[in-house]
């Protein structure tokens, strides 16, 4: 079956620390894979995307990039701020289908 | 565009009783989506629309559910006798597609909380 496994939080860091979340899948196929961010009292946000095996998604100072052969879309930014903090989800859309599998997310903390 | 929106954004029943909730999705939209997502979980797929016509159900929808799009734009969802386990956040999303296999983004909207006691 299709589903997502992205580490556990909450991931706490300092401004400016580097930041990494790490998220693997399992899919049949060659399924789109994205980043969604949660912020405090909002929904779901789309953050970056990523639709086939080398893209690189990149937005907001966030990068991601499609492992096939690792299976993994690990999320990276070089220097978080404050205003960071949030729930990250990772996420596939299997092939040919419209819905999105999720993980069950990170939350993340950063202090001044 | 506001943007998706939920209505009620808060409902607690008792355990039995029907509810239903509303979802406005962007105008021009003619895809809906509908998820579920429990306390510490990610969101879990239940159904979408394309323009009235419901094309995918998950298996978690049971028959206690049924969901709604009438006239291609807004649209319902009705859980009949709820149990405990049903308590989440139920969440909207909307998205522009004109069709075919790819995916197109998802907007979501900030979801109706559910409280069964």
């Known amino acids: 079956g299709n589903s997502v496994t992205q580490m556990e939080g909450p991931v706490t860091l300092s401004e400016e620390a580097f930041l990494t979340i790490n998220c693997t899948y399992t899919?049949?196929?060659?399924?789109?894979l994205f980043w969604y961010v949660q912020y405090p009292g909002e929904g779901l946000q789309l953050l970056l995307k990523?639709?086939?095996?080398?893209d690189k998604g990149s937005n907001k100072g966030f990068e991601a990039t499609y492992r096939k052969e690792t299976t993994s879309f690990h999320l990276e930014k070089g220097s978080v701020q404050v205003s960071d903090s949030a729930v990250y989800f990772c996420?596939?859309?299997?092939?040919?289908?419209?819905?999105?599998?999720f993980g069950t997310g990170t939350r993340l903390l950063v202090s001044p | 565009d506001t943007g998706v929106s939920q209505n009620p954004r808060h409902k607690i029943t008792k355990r039995g009783q029907n509810v239903t909730f509303r979802c406005d999705p962007i105008?021009?939209?003619?895809?809906l989506y509908w998820y579920r997502q429990t306390l510490g979980q990610g969101p879990e797929f239940l159904t979408y629309?394309?323009?009235?016509?419901?094309?995918?159900k998950s298996r978690l929808l049971s028959d206690r559910f049924s969901a709604e799009r009438p006239k291609g734009s807004f649209s319902t969802l009705e859980i009949q006798r709820t149990e405990q386990g049903d308590s989440a956040m139920y969440l909207c999303?909307?998205?522009?597609?004109?069709?075919?296999?790819?995916?197109?983004?998802?907007?979501f909207g900030p979801g109706t909380r559910l409280t069964v006691t």
């Open positions: 105008s021009e939209h003619n895809r």
């Open positions: 996420a596939l859309s299997p092939t040919g289908f419209q819905k999105l599998v």
């Open positions: 629309f394309q323009n009235e016509a419901q094309l995918e």
């Open positions: 999303a909307s998205s522009l597609a004109p069709g075919g296999r790819t995916f197109y983004e998802q907007y």
């Open positions: 990523a639709t086939k095996a080398d």
């Open positions: 899919a049949t196929g060659y399924p789109s």
